[in-house]
């Protein structure tokens, strides 16, 4: 199963997270959503059984590195 982390859960990230929810299944994804507001996180991935809402912190650096090591593919849908 290919693990796949989406950094951001603000309005921007809506459309994309959930076209990979609905691509999940049939291409063996787990989509972490990691955001500074868990709830925002929770909302957007609606208890999906491939997806986890997860509270992210971008400038704890110990944080960052556990989410980047854990995952194949990170899409950052932070702001610059």
Not at 54 to 63: A, E, G, L, M, T
């Amino acid at each position: 199963m290919k693990k796949i982390a989406i950094l951001g859960a603000g309005r921007s990230s809506s459309s994309l997270i959930r076209y990979m929810l609905h691509q999940a299944k049939q291409n063996n994804w787990l989509i972490r959503v990691c955001d500074m507001d868990v709830k925002m996180a929770e909302s957007k991935i609606a208890n999906h059984e491939l997806a986890v809402a997860v509270q992210f912190d971008v400038f704890n650096k110990d944080q960052v590195k556990q989410e980047v090591s854990q995952a194949d593919l990170i899409v950052s849908m932070l702001p610059a």
